[in-house]
């Protein structure tokens, strides 16, 4: 039997699978890094394999823009969201198409902790590491 909390966490869903969306079409796609300010929040930080924590949308924007200039897509899938608190906790893989000839794939892992900024649900702290 469901309870009061499946349709809320339901739509939490479709606005989380819309931002995933928009950092492939956006980022990736379109080298848009201003579409970041629709997918972190302005106090996010983001946990880079290898790399020290990156603070705020100003320092995440500049590790995309060099990061992105060597990849062609990211394709974001959900394996599991989870209320935490105030947020939703979301696990998932990604895969990255890289640029080249022979156009290679990286599979990483991912978890991201989301909170609602300006009526939009959005990163809050991400962190991932690549699969061996």
Request: without cysteine; charged residues 25%; hydrophobic residues 40%.
């Amino acid at each position: 039997m469901g309870t009061a909390r499946e349709p809320a966490l339901n739509e939490i869903k479709l606005a989380m699978k819309s931002t995933n969306d928009l950092f492939n079409t956006e980022v990736f796609g379109k080298r848009n890094f201003d579409a970041l300010d629709l997918i972190y929040t302005s106090d996010a930080r983001i946990l880079p394999p290898g790399s020290p924590i990156i603070s705020g949308r100003p320092a995440i924007k500049r590790f995309w823009s060099e990061l992105v200039s060597s990849a062609r897509s990211a394709v974001l899938t959900s394996i599991d969201v989870m209320p935490a608190g105030d947020g939703v906790v979301e696990i998932g893989r990604a895969t990255l198409t890289l640029e080249g000839e022979s156009a290679p794939q990286m599979e990483v892992k991912y978890v991201v902790y989301w909170r609602q900024e300006d009526g939009r649900w959005k990163w809050h702290v991400d962190i991932w590491n690549q699969d061996s």
